[in-house]
């Protein structure tokens, strides 16, 4: 096992017990994200020892931003606290750097190196698959949104992640998944009573 690889082990744990403290990012969020990165940075031959990191690192503190009513500041504080633990370590200065990258430019579109425009593309797929957009609706909903402003909700997400992807890779692996979320919204929000009695015939027939 590699250095980075024991503060991965520490990280991991780190994050989990956030994530059972604020139950935000989900556990699911999080593995998806980090290992759909680490599979970028392999193809792209990025650095992956900045890419576990930092793709562990982007939301470690959304659940407690949320929870103070910072939501808008989530990045700004998941850094400061990254910045904190890395000085734990004998990691150099241009290393720290780097994985600090995967943080703050999670939501830009320029980005200062491959390894944060990886772990930025890989927390955008992450909503560009049917199984979180099936989630989404329940989640908005069991907060009492209707099922149109649900549609709506989903619409948007759905859009502004996929225009936001950067990389190729992404846009083409993930392009079929982007297509067949735009048929569902389109057909569900159509007729959604009609569409909803389908699915349980589907499923009961």
Same mark, same amino acid.
């Given at each position: 096992m590699g250095y980075v690889d024991e503060i991965i082990d520490e990280l991991d744990q780190l994050a989990v017990a956030e994530i059972m403290k604020y139950a935000v990012p989900t556990l699911d969020d999080y593995n998806d994200t *980090?290992?759909?990165? *680490? %599979?970028? @940075?392999?193809? !792209?031959?990025?650095?992956?020892? *900045?890419?576990?990191? @930092?793709?562990?690192?982007?939301?470690i503190k959304l659940g407690e931003a949320i929870h103070k009513k910072k939501k808008a500041h989530y990045t700004e504080i998941s850094s400061e606290f990254a910045s904190a633990f890395l000085t734990g370590y004998p990691l150099s200065e241009e290393f720290k750097k780097k994985v600090i990258a995967c943080i703050e430019e999670q939501n830009e579109n320029?980005? +200062? +190196?491959m390894e944060a425009e990886i772990c930025a593309n890989a927390t955008r797929c992450n909503y560009l698959t049917p199984k979180k957009v099936f989630k989404r609706f329940y989640n908005l909903h069991d907060r009492g949104y209707s099922f149109a402003e649900a549609f709506l909700? *989903? =619409? %948007? #997400?759905? %859009? $502004?992640?996929? #225009?936001?992807?950067? !990389? =190729?890779?992404?846009? #083409?692996?993930? $392009? =079929?998944?982007?297509?067949k979320i735009r048929e569902f919204i389109e057909l569900a929000r159509n007729n959604p009573a009609d569409f909803v009695a389908e699915k349980k015939e589907r499923l009961t027939g």
């Open positions: *980090v290992i759909l990165a *680490v %599979e970028l @940075g392999k193809n !792209l031959n990025a650095n992956l020892e *900045v890419i576990k990191l @930092g793709a562990r690192l982007m939301e320029k980005f +200062s +190196s909700l *989903v =619409d %948007e #997400k759905t %859009e $502004e992640k996929w #225009k936001k992807l950067t !990389l =190729d890779i992404c846009k #083409k692996n993930w $392009e =079929d998944n982007y297509k």
